[in-house]
């Protein structure tokens, strides 16, 4: 198993940047990838950037692309999402997830394990 705990949201005035971190804890030996996922009020969890661990081969969403970025440190078993310009359209909660093995990387059910999330607020 591999548990994941994020922190950093928060409420930021549009234009603003966040830093949204993931520490990772248990069986962390066997995590081929995170990614972290956003979901509104009222609309479906979706993809927004992801990293393979080893590589650090990054994949983004179009509608966050040259405003976020993904990135992770090996030593402290931690994934981040540096985020800025961000826009009201950025509120959602922010998941972490991690992947044991390789798969598409763009698709909720392609993870195997999820946090708990932290808010992000852009107010306008």
């Known amino acids: 198993q591999v548990q994941l705990v994020e922190s950093g949201g928060g409420l930021v005035q549009a234009g603003g940047s966040l830093r949204l971190s993931c520490v990772a804890s248990g069986r962390t030996f066997s995590v081929y990838a995170m990614g972290w996922f956003r979901q509104a009020p009222g609309k479906e969890r979706e993809f927004v950037a992801a990293?393979?661990?080893?590589?650090?081969?990054?994949r983004y969403a179009d509608s966050v692309k040259g405003r976020f970025t993904i990135s992770r440190d090996d030593a402290k078993i931690t994934g981040y999402l540096q985020m800025n310009s961000l826009e009201p359209d950025d509120t959602a909660v922010y998941y972490c997830?991690?992947?044991?093995?390789?798969?598409?990387?763009?698709?909720?059910?392609?993870?195997?394990?999820w946090g708990q999330g932290t808010q992000v607020t852009v107010s306008s």
């Open positions: 990293i393979t661990w080893n590589s650090g081969s990054t």
């Open positions: 997830a991690a992947v044991r093995t390789y798969r598409s990387l763009l698709r909720n059910q392609d993870y195997d394990y």
